[in-house]
């Protein structure tokens, strides 16, 4: 049964296509991201890197081709199992800690973390009730972070995630990016910064 | 969480958010108050021409005041982001802008209709006419912010769109001036006002049922 579960997740895209400004910025991109696997997306800037992220996401539609989640066009149910964190940080600077990922459990699905597990996992564990506005950039990385612990989800899809962290944060991202994908998860992921995923199933694409 | 707790969520982390930035949300408020009262100085002290034209000048500067506020709709959530993971939640996008919209109203347009009967006052508008004006304004407010929803979802992408917003969005007010003034002017004199009224209202459930699929739908193309 699990080996069955597991091959039904998949992030399929088929001959993908991004022309943006008259320039194709990649043609013909397919791939195929099962559970336990990890997408890296490499490339210089301007590559493409963050516009395959947000087709992916369904904010931009790709120039050809269509992207399935577990044999389906992106629906409802693929939806209730993504989790987008994107350049920007998506959390309310007048909010506290808290009622930013409140606010996250309302527009999702409750996931295995509740809140304070998650802020214990980011090593924000006494933030509760701080605003979101004292927080250093590092600090709102790892918050919004935290957002990816405490919804149920299966797809992560992740935008530079270690921009702002310092070594020792990058190494918790490190950590809960292993533990997803050890559990069923999947992961696309661009980065400037060597990721250390050695023991994980990695696929690398370089779009340049 | 189901739709209705994820609607309630969105409007109370809006009230939220407008009440830790009260100062900026008084702002549609004051320029409402000081628009109505540059009137009389500018007509001068002919208090019958005033009486004639205030529902004319409280509705229009209503108009003015709710599409001054639009533009902190979704501005902010577009900045930081927010707005991503509101339209990537798997609820009804066009519900949670319902929920966003009802929260702005309740910090923008409430505060016109509490502050208008004062103004009405000052114009000299005669009693009767006053309830009226104010059944206008509660039908007729959510209207302006439903409509200027779809325009501002157009607009938030742009960095400039503060102009284009207001020539999208003041052409589709034209038809809740005209019955709205007209309901009041007529209750001034005395005259029944019910198919003004219920107009207003047929456009009231109009626009709540038919703008936030538009308003979804622009922010989505704002969003690439």
Redesign the interface.
């Given at each position: 049964m699990s080996q069955l579960g597991k091959q039904e997740i998949l992030l399929t895209a088929k001959a993908l296509c991004c022309i943006r400004d008259d320039r194709i910025l990649f043609d013909d991109l397919n791939f195929d991201v099962r559970a336990e696997q990890v997408l890296l997306l490499e490339g210089k800037n301007g590559s493409g890197k963050t516009s395959l992220l947000r087709i992916l996401c369904g904010f931009r539609e790709p120039d050809a081709g269509e992207v399935f989640w577990c044999g389906q066009t992106l629906n409802n149910q693929y939806y209730a199992q993504m989790m987008y964190v994107g350049h920007q940080d998506g959390v309310k600077h007048e909010l506290t800690v808290k009622e930013n990922l409140l606010m996250t459990l309302a527009l999702g699905i409750p996931g295995k973390c509740s809140i304070e597990q998650a802020l214990q996992k980011v090593h924000l564990q006494g933030y509760d009730d701080v605003l979101v506005q004292s927080l250093s950039a590092g600090q709102k990385r790892r918050l919004s972070l935290a957002r990816l612990l405490i919804t149920d989800n299966k797809l992560w899809i992740l935008d530079e995630p270690f921009t702002s962290l310092d070594k020792y944060g990058i190494d918790i991202v490190e950590t809960l990016m292993a533990e997803h994908v050890n559990q069923g998860g999947l992961i696309v992921m661009t980065s400037h910064h060597d990721v250390n995923l050695s023991e994980i199933n990695t696929l690398q694409i370089n779009l340049s | 969480?189901s739709l209705f707790?994820?609607f309630i969520?969105?409007i109370r982390?809006d009230l939220?958010?407008a009440f830790?930035?009260r100062a900026e949300m008084m702002n549609p408020l004051f320029f409402f108050i000081i628009v109505v009262s540059l009137f009389p100085l500018g007509v001068g002290a002919q208090p019958h021409l005033l009486q004639t034209i205030a529902p004319g000048i409280i509705w229009v500067s209503a108009l003015l005041a709710a599409m001054l506020s639009l533009d902190g709709l979704f501005r902010?959530d577009f900045?930081?982001?927010?707005l991503?993971?509101?339209?990537?939640?798997?609820?009804p996008t066009s519900v949670?802008i319902l929920g966003k919209i009802f929260a702005h109203w309740l910090v923008t347009g409430l505060p016109l209709i509490l502050v208008a009967p004062l103004l009405a006052e000052f114009l000299g508008m005669p009693g009767d006419a006053l309830w009226v004006l104010i059944k206008t304004l509660l039908l007729g407010t959510p209207v302006l912010s439903l409509i200027g929803a779809i325009g501002v979802a157009l607009t938030v992408g742009l960095r400039r769109g503060g102009m284009i917003l207001s020539l999208l969005v003041l052409p589709l007010y034209v038809p809740v001036l005209i019955f709205a003034s007209n309901a009041v002017e007529m209750a001034s004199g005395g005259l029944a006002v019910d198919a003004q009224m219920n107009i207003l209202a047929a456009i009231l459930c109009l626009a709540l049922v038919l703008a936030p699929l538009p308003a979804s739908a622009a922010l989505?193309m704002s969003?690439?």
């Open positions: - | 969480m707790q994820a969520a969105i982390r939220l958010l830790r930035r902010s900045d930081d982001g927010s991503e993971q509101i339209l990537l939640s798997p609820h949670l989505k969003m690439s």
